[in-house]
């Protein structure tokens, strides 16, 4: 006999995964250091990740910000 699903079963789905190119990192880098003032949710909202996504870029910059000058 199945095992029937559960509320908690759906909730444990994965979101897809979403690559973010260099470039908007950067770009969400710069939006909020020109406007300390813009929410971590409303750019995860505008490039449709999640709020720990960019919190996790931001705590990196240095490393982005390094590799964009490596590029250049």
Do not use: C, H, W
Request: without cysteine.
């Amino acid at each position: 006999m199945a095992k029937p699903a559960n509320s908690s079963d759906v909730e444990r789905q994965r979101k897809q995964r979403k690559n973010i190119s260099l470039e908007d990192k950067i770009d969400i880098i710069k939006r909020k250091e020109d406007n300390t003032k813009l929410s971590d949710e409303k750019l995860a909202n505008e490039y449709g990740v999640d709020r720990s996504t960019i919190s996790t870029i931001l705590r990196k910059k240095e490393k982005f910000l390094q590799v964009q000058i490596i590029r250049i």
